[in-house]
């Protein structure tokens, strides 16, 4: 049906909304704006960048890199960008683990709740999900066994809501509770989170800590499926009624053999019984894999520039 003037208006206003809040219109192609977050707390050296950027430096990629910036002289935000991924980085204690961009948390946070909700984060890592929920007024709830994880964690929530170095920079509008014990158990009542969050474990491709309780340190791909499938489900039983459980996951590699790791998601989500909500294509900001042509066409394997984001709800 044709719109009137009044509704055109309305809707026009609306736009301009969505445009405010979130800095584009949301598609099923998602590009976050990666140089937001810039003061969020990370690990530095265990960052697959930093640890990509190590090992590359003495590599010859000519004068050039594929970007066609000159080798010598890049800054540190050139650099970040160069390096940003690289799945060949991750492995063993000295690996580089996966970073969750701060500006991508940003928009599930706020597209799937409200300030003053409570969200639990079931695999929280050293993550930076934390600090975000905790700026855009949301109650965060954090589970992870890495004794080294949740050490940095319980140091970075000092600092955030003031009560270490007072270096608070906004108002202790929310509330931090970590729970350094596995997932697979939540202390939380049934139907008692508003939205759960999280980016799973990837198998053991990369090195999260020797703890027993590690869902995939030392076990068989089907034990570790039937671990993450042990906390969707507890996901599923403390979630309110119509609200959004999202899994940040990406497929993946391990001795040449093509892990579907979004695929078994999607079917661990429906199992426990949540409804398939969406699926969202999440583009990176760049690929060190673009760096390697004569890999990429030897192999026939393309080089990886998404990830996805798995939408149940309950």
Same mark, same amino acid.
């Given at each position: 049906m044709p719109k009137d003037m009044s509704s055109l208006i309305e809707s026009r206003e609306i736009r301009a909304g969505v445009l405010r809040k979130y800095g584009f219109i949301p598609t099923s192609v998602l590009e976050p704006d990666y140089s937001w977050g810039r003061h969020i707390i990370e690990f530095d050296k265990r960052k697959q960048q930093a640890v990509a950027q190590l090992k590359h430096q003495k590599m010859d990629y000519g004068d050039k890199t594929s970007f066609g910036e000159k080798k010598e002289g890049l800054s540190?935000?050139?650099?970040d960008k160069t390096f940003g991924?690289?799945?060949?980085?991750?492995?063993g204690k *000295? #690996?580089?683990?996966?970073?969750?961009?701060?500006?991508l948390a940003k928009f599930i946070v706020e597209f799937y709740s409200e300030k003053g909700d409570l969200i639990l984060d079931p695999c929280c890592g050293h993550n930076s999900r934390m600090q975000v929920c905790y700026e855009l007024e949301r109650n965060y709830i954090g589970y992870d066994v890495s004794k080294e994880f949740m050490a940095f964690n319980r140091?970075?929530?000092e600092?955030? *809501? #003031?009560?270490?170095?007072q270096l608070a920079m906004f108002s202790p509008k929310a509330t931090i509770t970590l729970r350094e014990q596995t997932s697979e158990h939540l202390e939380e009542k049934d139907e008692s989170i508003d939205m759960c969050f999280t980016s799973p474990p990837y198998f053991d491709i990369?090195?999260?800590?020797?703890?027993?309780?590690?869902?995939?340190?030392?076990?068989?791909?089907?034990?570790f499926l039937q671990g993450i499938r042990s906390v969707i489900n507890e996901c599923y039983r403390v979630l309110k009624i119509g609200k959004y459980c999202i899994f940040n996951v990406n497929d993946f590699r391990k001795e040449g053999i093509f892990y579907p790791y979004h695929c078994e998601i999607v079917k661990l989500f429906q199992n426990v019984g949540f409804h398939l909500h969406d699926i969202i294509i999440v583009k990176w900001a760049s690929s060190i894999g673009a760096c390697f042509a004569s890999q990429i066409e030897s192999r026939k394997i393309t080089s990886k520039a998404h990830e996805f984001l798995i939408v149940g709800r309950k």
């Amino acid at each position: 049906m044709p719109k009137d003037m009044s509704s055109l208006i309305e809707s026009r206003e609306i736009r301009a909304g969505v445009l405010r809040k979130y800095g584009f219109i949301p598609t099923s192609v998602l590009e976050p704006d990666y140089s937001w977050g810039r003061h969020i707390i990370e690990f530095d050296k265990r960052k697959q960048q930093a640890v990509a950027q190590l090992k590359h430096q003495k590599m010859d990629y000519g004068d050039k890199t594929s970007f066609g910036e000159k080798k010598e002289g890049l800054s540190k935000a050139e650099l970040d960008k160069t390096f940003g991924m690289s799945s060949q980085n991750v492995r063993g204690k *000295t #690996g580089g683990l996966s970073t969750f961009p701060p500006a991508l948390a940003k928009f599930i946070v706020e597209f799937y709740s409200e300030k003053g909700d409570l969200i639990l984060d079931p695999c929280c890592g050293h993550n930076s999900r934390m600090q975000v929920c905790y700026e855009l007024e949301r109650n965060y709830i954090g589970y992870d066994v890495s004794k080294e994880f949740m050490a940095f964690n319980r140091e970075v929530k000092e600092q955030i *809501t #003031g009560k270490g170095k007072q270096l608070a920079m906004f108002s202790p509008k929310a509330t931090i509770t970590l729970r350094e014990q596995t997932s697979e158990h939540l202390e939380e009542k049934d139907e008692s989170i508003d939205m759960c969050f999280t980016s799973p474990p990837y198998f053991d491709i990369e090195y999260y800590g020797d703890e027993p309780e590690q869902l995939g340190y030392n076990k068989e791909y089907g034990d570790f499926l039937q671990g993450i499938r042990s906390v969707i489900n507890e996901c599923y039983r403390v979630l309110k009624i119509g609200k959004y459980c999202i899994f940040n996951v990406n497929d993946f590699r391990k001795e040449g053999i093509f892990y579907p790791y979004h695929c078994e998601i999607v079917k661990l989500f429906q199992n426990v019984g949540f409804h398939l909500h969406d699926i969202i294509i999440v583009k990176w900001a760049s690929s060190i894999g673009a760096c390697f042509a004569s890999q990429i066409e030897s192999r026939k394997i393309t080089s990886k520039a998404h990830e996805f984001l798995i939408v149940g709800r309950k």
